[in-house]
């Protein structure tokens, strides 16, 4: 499947390629402990520079979903269901994604996922499954 590619840079790298390891690894701040991601070179909440990539459980809930209809684009055939997941490290650690092997009206808030990966050239794209999906 081709879909448009993030540019690895500094900040994104760790993100976008922990996959291959099968590991989804969010920023995090060395001082306070908080989560950042969007990853960032300075912590948001104390303002340290000690901040590097950790490597997460892979797990959360839906925290909110949309059901998306619209072809965008010809090699992603729809419908399918784009979600905010809430990661089981932090309730304010969400990230936005796309959900597989789930049928777009099973979808539901509280739905409980796991990271799966999907590679295409040189990022592994982090999916997330219902618990228990074959991914």
Same mark, same amino acid.
């Given at each position: 499947?081709?879909?448009?590619?993030p540019s690895?840079?500094?900040?994104n790298?760790?993100?976008?390629?922990?996959g291959e390891r099968?590991e989804l690894?969010?920023?995090r701040?060395?001082?306070c402990?908080?989560?950042?991601?969007?990853a960032?070179?300075?912590?948001?909440y104390?303002?340290?520079?000690?901040i590097?990539?950790?490597?997460?459980?892979g797990?959360?809930? &839906?925290?909110?979903?949309?059901?998306?209809?619209?072809? %965008? /684009?010809?090699?992603?055939?729809?419908?399918? @269901?784009? +979600?905010?997941i809430?990661?089981?490290?932090?309730?304010s650690?969400?990230?936005?994604t796309?959900?597989?092997?789930?049928?777009?009206?099973?979808v539901?808030?509280?739905?409980r996922? &796991?990271?799966?990966?999907?590679?295409?050239e040189d990022? %592994? /794209?982090?999916?997330f499954?219902p618990e228990? @999906?074959? +991914?």
């Amino acid at each position: 499947m081709t879909v448009p590619l993030p540019s690895l840079g500094f900040e994104n790298t760790a993100f976008w390629t922990g996959g291959e390891r099968g590991e989804l690894l969010i920023h995090r701040c060395r001082d306070c402990t908080r989560w950042l991601h969007p990853a960032a070179p300075i912590c948001r909440y104390c303002y340290s520079r000690a901040i590097g990539p950790e490597k997460t459980r892979g797990s959360g809930t &839906v925290y909110s979903y949309t059901i998306n209809r619209q072809p %965008w /684009l010809s090699t992603l055939p729809v419908p399918y @269901a784009i +979600a905010v997941i809430q990661l089981d490290e932090d309730p304010s650690l969400r990230l936005t994604t796309r959900l597989v092997d789930v049928a777009p009206d099973a979808v539901r808030i509280g739905l409980r996922v &796991v990271v799966c990966f999907e590679q295409i050239e040189d990022v %592994w /794209l982090p999916l997330f499954a219902p618990e228990g @999906a074959t +991914a």
